[in-house]
Nanobody, 121 residues
C-alpha cells in the first residue's frame, strides 16, 4: 500500500505565504515525476507544478514567479512554497506521484487526499 499525505494548508491573507508538504510512504520502489494539482469549487482540477527526480520543474502560468516546487528524494517528499498568494489561489491542493512498487511493476499514478488552501481577508 502506498500513501501520499499532504500537510500545510490553511487560511492566509492575500499577499501571504504557505508551504505545503507531501510525504509518500509504503512499499515504494521508485518515484518518477511528482507534482501539485489544485481544484477550486466548480472548476476542473488543474496542474500547478511538476518536478522530475533530477529537479527539473514546470509551472502553470498563473503561479510562475510566486510558487516554488521542490523535492527530497531521500524522504520521498515534495514541497510547494506559495508566496504572494491571491484569492484566486483558493482551492483544494492535491499531491501527485508517478511511482512503482517494485522493479517488475509498471509505474502508476498516486494521489493524496488533498489539503485546503484559502486566501481571504
Amino acid at each position: 500500500q502506498v500513501q501520499l499525505v499532504e500537510s500545510g494548508g490553511g487560511l492566509v491573507q492575500p499577499g501571504g505565504s504557505l508551504r505545503l508538504s507531501c510525504a509518500a510512504s509504503g512499499s515504494i520502489f521508485c518515484i518518477n515525476t511528482m507534482a501539485w494539482y489544485r481544484q477550486a469549487p466548480g472548476k476542473q482540477r488543474e496542474l500547478v507544478a511538476t518536478i522530475t527526480p533530477g529537479g527539473s520543474t514546470n509551472y502553470a502560468d498563473s503561479v510562475k514567479g510566486r510558487f516554488t516546487i521542490s523535492r527530497d528524494n531521500a524522504r520521498n517528499t515534495v514541497y510547494l512554497q506559495m508566496n504572494s498568494l491571491k484569492p484566486e489561489d483558493t482551492a483544494v491542493h492535491y499531491c501527485y506521484a508517478r511511482l512503482t512498487t517494485d522493479w517488475n511493476s509498471p509505474f502508476r499514478d498516486s494521489w493524496g487526499q488533498g489539503t485546503q488552501v484559502t486566501v481571504s481577508s
